[in-house]
């Protein structure tokens, strides 16, 4: 019986080592059959890759600045007197020669007749005094007068003929101030409102008061300031070479008018690091008003060979910038580059990339370098046209 005890003993003890062994294996088995169809499911990450854009490109620079026009003249009485009339409507357009006011002319014409009479009278005494001064050099041939005589002849002509020029001189000077009191436009353009109205006395001179005023209407001129390196890069030595320049307002989202540099000044501002420019536009239609606040950018340089990409593609590490480029086998590689500036929505790249190359645009999260990926190519252009506002 007890022998019978033992064997039955080491049998199960047998069954239960096979039975262990047998699980162990089989759990292994399992982990590893597991494993294996884990990485046949694992699904490559999803992202979006744009082909880089390669094209010919001017480089722009954005300012703010203010409409200037190009003569504003305060028009001011050159002689004095009433205010007869007032000859424009406020803000209306005029034309460079247009009688703006009248000043009262009937002192100054009575001037003028005054000044004629004078002439007049000094013409008269210039001609008795010549023709006895000829008598005078006719008598002197034989002595029939005194040298004495004959000289203040001679000297009475002269006198006469200066009195004569002082005359028609004065003549002139009323004529002058007659037409003064008709106060014309200097320059065609604008005219502000009317600021004596008819009635009032002013007196002439630059302490006089301004009557209106007249601005340009087109061209007109936007000034606005820029950084030095700027001026180094783009406007230093143009050779007279055009400079294109756009303007937007500020109910604008793009840029509606298009002109150019008209000149940059001559010295810069070493407080604020920036030296003036002045564009100039053309506003035949008069929408363009002096004062108004406009947007600029700055065309400069030549135009060159560039590649650019959507900023959602651009990746940042550290003090580096990085892109995800998508190769032919679709893996992903890191790339460092360097960039530029902003164009047309579109960020420059100076180094980094090739013409033709794809990188992630979307998904940028979901991609790590050297592993596959499954792209969707979209296009750059309508990546950025997504989130850029309507022009």
Do not use: C
Not at 173 to 199: H, K, M
């Amino acid at each position: 019986m007890t022998a019978i005890r033992k064997r039955l003993s080491v049998a199960l003890g047998a069954l239960l080592v096979v039975g262990g062994a047998a699980g162990i294996a089989t759990y292994h088995g399992h982990e590893a059959v597991a494993a294996a169809h884990a990485d046949a499911v694992a699904p490559a990450a999803e992202v979006d890759v744009a082909t880089v854009i390669s094209r010919t490109i001017t480089e722009w620079q954005s300012y703010s600045g203010r409409l200037q026009a190009v003569d504003r003249v305060d028009i001011r009485p050159l002689v004095s007197g009433r205010i007869a009339s007032v000859n424009f409507r406020d803000g209306s357009l005029v034309k460079k020669g247009d009688t703006l006011l009248t000043i009262d002319p009937a002192p100054y014409q009575a001037e003028v007749e005054r000044a004629s009479a004078q002439v007049a009278a000094a013409d008269a005494r210039a001609a008795y005094a010549s023709t006895d001064a000829a008598r005078a050099e006719r008598l002197i041939s034989t002595n029939a007068i005194a040298r004495r005589d004959h000289d203040e002849k001679m000297n009475g002509s002269r006198e006469a003929q200066a009195n004569l020029k002082a005359a028609r001189a004065a003549l002139s000077a009323a004529r002058i101030n007659l037409a003064y009191t008709n106060v014309v436009a200097p320059v065609s353009g604008r005219v502000s409102r009317a600021e004596l109205t008819v009635g009032n006395v002013v007196n002439a001179g630059a302490s006089g008061p301004v009557l209106t005023t007249v601005v340009s209407v087109s061209p007109i001129y936007a000034s606005f300031d820029v950084d030095e390196q700027t001026y180094l890069r783009y406007l230093r030595g143009d050779n007279g070479a055009t400079i294109p320049v756009a303007l937007g307002l500020a109910d604008e989202s793009g840029y509606s008018q298009k002109g150019v540099v008209d000149s940059v000044d001559n010295q810069l501002d070493t407080v604020s690091g920036t030296i003036r420019v002045r564009a100039r536009f053309d506003n035949a239609d008069g929408s363009l008003v002096p004062g108004l606040y406009a947007r600029l950018k700055v065309g400069g340089g030549r135009p060159h060979e560039a590649i650019l990409i959507d900023d959602a593609a651009v990746g940042t590490d550290q003090a580096k910038k990085y892109v995800l480029v998508v190769d032919e086998g679709n893996k992903v590689q890191y790339r460092e580059v360097l960039l530029g500036d902003l164009h047309e929505g579109l960020r420059i790249v100076t180094s980094g990339l090739k013409p033709g190359e794809r990188v992630v645009v979307h998904g940028v999260q979901r991609a790590r370098p050297n592993e596959v990926v499954k792209p969707t190519s979209v296009d750059m252009s309508a990546v950025v046209a997504a989130v850029l506002p309507s022009a």
